[in-house]
């Protein structure tokens, strides 16, 4: 059984950092893109940052550069997403989905939620101001 599982959300102020983690079981991962996803209330799911299977490539949403971070750990099969100064907006559940197609490229665009064929439960991000 395929299962991701997403873990380290929380309560932040404004200016603080929090780290995520997925794990990934159920197959081998090693091979697909990895992305974080994140929806607020009574918003639509939109894409946060992605990775390449290799970790070579990552690809941000403009309102995150700088601030957040994506990496993975392949022997773990474990993807991260490093947060900094958060900001309330970035207040929204958070989710991790695997691109099991097998792109082995960059990325030219955003990716997309249906391109992403797994989803973890998602853990809850709230900034205070």
């Known amino acids: 059984q395929v299962q991701l599982v997403e873990s380290g959300g929380g309560s932040v102020q404004t200016g603080g950092s929090l780290r995520l983690s997925c794990v990934a079981s159920?197959?081998?991962?090693?091979?697909?893109?990895m992305g974080w996803f994140r929806q607020a209330p009574g918003k639509e799911r939109e894409f946060v940052a992605a990775i390449t299977g290799s970790g070579l490539s990552q690809y941000y949403v403009d309102s995150v550069k700088g601030r957040f971070t994506i990496s993975r750990d392949n022997a773990k099969n474990t993807v991260y997403l490093q947060m900094s100064s958060l900001k309330p907006e970035d207040t929204a559940v958070y989710y991790c989905a695997a691109d099991s197609r097998g792109n082995i490229g960059g990325f030219t665009r955003a990716p997309r939620p249906y391109e992403y064929d797994f989803w973890g439960q998602g853990t809850q991000v709230t900034v205070s101001s």
């Open positions: 159920g197959r081998t991962f090693n091979r697909d893109r």
